[in-house]
């Protein structure tokens, strides 16, 4: 079974600039995630989508911030303009729909992106 | 806020060691995992764990959910390089669909 896929690995940005981010899930995995992990810190949620829906996204900072699912499959992770507290990790996760699964998700291997 | 609060935050010991990390709220979950992350990559699902007061193991790590499912913890055996990583604890609320991470018990082991 394939891994969750990020792209790019690594970003190196000038403040105030955009840049994107893109995860496939797992295949069949209806929910995914994405998270912001500042270095040191555990991942703080910033969006969860069910399909093609927003379940949560109290934690987006959506000035600047944004974030689609379109068909329900891959997503992709928007900044628009970057400021330097921007750079972490972005990891992006996904889990099957199945409650009695409690949530287990699984990760790709993140997206370190560098605000200079 | 419901809040998972690990430690210690960081812990240094020799191979051959054995060492308690702990994950404590004072919510409620129905369950709770542990992920392993290792630098430049995601984390990695080690357990998930249901029953209060269940017990699970997983060759020299066993792992604990407190019998009021507000707690968990994690015992290394005879510790190795290889489990070095960051430990992270992540609690699915009662009646909630958000899962909640700790910050991290960041082990190093060394040799």
């Known amino acids: 079974e394939a891994g969750v896929a990020q792209s790019p690995r690594y970003k190196i940005i000038e403040k105030r600039q955009s840049v994107a981010f893109w995860c496939n899930p797992i295949?069949?995995?209806?929910?995914l995630y994405w998270y912001q992990q500042i270095l040191g810190q555990g991942p703080k949620l910033l969006i969860q989508?069910?399909?093609?829906?927003?379940?949560?996204d109290s934690q987006l900072p959506k000035d600047r911030f944004s974030a689609e699912r379109l068909k329900g499959v891959d997503s992709t992770l928007k900044i628009q303009p970057a400021k330097l507290e921007d750079s972490a990790v972005y990891l992006c996760?996904?889990?099957?729909?199945?409650?009695?699964?409690?949530?287990?998700?699984?990760f790709g291997p993140g997206t370190r992106l560098t605000v200079l | 806020t419901q809040l998972l609060e690990q430690s210690p935050q960081f812990l240094s010991i020799q191979e051959g060691e054995n060492l308690t990390v702990y994950c404590n709220s004072s919510?409620?979950?129905?369950?709770l995992q542990w992920y392993r992350q290792e630098p430049g990559e995601g984390p990695v699902l080690l357990v998930t764990v249901v029953t209060g007061g269940e017990v699970k193991k997983l060759k020299r790590l066993t792992f604990q959910f407190g019998d009021a499912r507000k707690d968990s913890s994690l015992h290394i055996t005879a510790a190795q390089p290889g489990d070095t990583g960051l430990y992270l604890c992540?609690?699915?609320?009662?009646?909630?669909?958000?899962?909640?991470f700790g910050a991290g018990t960041r082990l190093f082991v060394k040799a």
């Open positions: 996760a996904s889990s099957l729909e199945d409650r009695g699964r409690h949530n287990e998700q699984f």
């Open positions: 992540a609690g699915l609320p009662t009646g909630g669909f958000k899962t909640i």
């Open positions: 989508f069910q399909n093609n829906g927003v379940v949560d």
């Open positions: 919510s409620v979950f129905s369950s």
């Open positions: 295949s069949g995995h209806a929910t």
